[in-house]
């Protein structure tokens, strides 16, 4: 089946640093990826929207120029949360659609991020 | 924009029962998905069933079937002979379609508990 991975799994950072977060489909091409937020006992919260060679496209109340979001390939999507502070800390979840298949998400494993 | 609404927050059933969850959704769209997602505790989101508007026939997944009510927009998950594997939470999404990778739109999430 579809795999997609995200590394790391888990991260603890200094507040004011920066953090990237990697987002890979393993064994297919995704022409679109998406990043998730979600905080503790609540629901997934659409961060950005990624289509491969283009801008992302960022959901309202979201800072494009703090969750920097790059799709340079097919198989690749970063999010790089810039200068993070305690309030970032959350769980991040990237998930990707295969070339064709728009109705199919894939997701990751997901990201932990922890600001101190 | 839509709405997805699931009204338990909290469910608990005995293994080998069978259990329902709600979930009921707003839209003006008349092409869409539904989707149920599990998330058990290592936060990996895994698909449990999915069904296409268009489709009247209600969808079924081994021990999962759901009961789709399009005029009601109402979705709800039915997991027969409960397994202490199936406690996690559960999120009901929704994705309008075609396009360009939609993303999903999630309810709040029921957490299912099985106990023995």
């Known amino acids: 089946g579809a795999v997609v991975s995200q590394h790391p799994s888990w991260v603890i950072c200094k507040s004011g640093t920066s953090v990237k977060i990697e987002c890979r489909s393993l064994d297919f091409q995704a022409t679109t990826m998406f990043w998730y937020r979600q905080f503790p006992k609540q629901s997934l919260m659409l961060m950005a929207t990624?289509?491969?060679?283009?801008?992302?496209?960022?959901e309202q109340g979201v800072e494009k120029d703090k969750f920097l979001i790059n799709h340079a390939s097919l198989t690749l999507s970063t999010l790089t949360v810039t200068s993070a502070h305690p309030e970032d800390s959350s769980f991040y979840i990237c998930s990707a659609t295969p070339s064709g298949l728009q109705e199919t998400q894939y997701f990751g494993p997901g990201t932990r991020l922890l600001v101190l | 924009a839509q709405t997805v609404t699931q009204s338990q927050p909290e469910m608990s059933v005995q293994e080998a029962e069978t259990v329902t969850l709600s979930c009921t959704y707003d839209?003006?769209?008349?092409?869409?998905?539904l989707f149920w997602y599990k998330q058990p505790p290592s936060r990996q989101m895994i698909l449990v069933i999915r069904?296409?508007?268009?489709?009247?026939q209600n969808a079924t997944e081994n021990r999962f079937s759901v009961n789709f009510q399009k005029a009601a927009k109402s979705f709800s998950l039915k997991i027969s002979d409960s397994q202490l594997g199936d406690t996690a939470m559960y999120f009901c999404a929704f994705m309008k379609f075609p396009g360009l990778g939609y993303a999903l739109n999630f309810g709040k999430g029921t957490s299912l508990l099985v106990t023995p």
């Open positions: 839209t003006s769209e008349s092409n869409y998905y």
């Open positions: 069904q296409e508007a268009y489709k009247q």
């Open positions: 990624s289509n491969e060679g283009s801008k992302a496209t960022y």
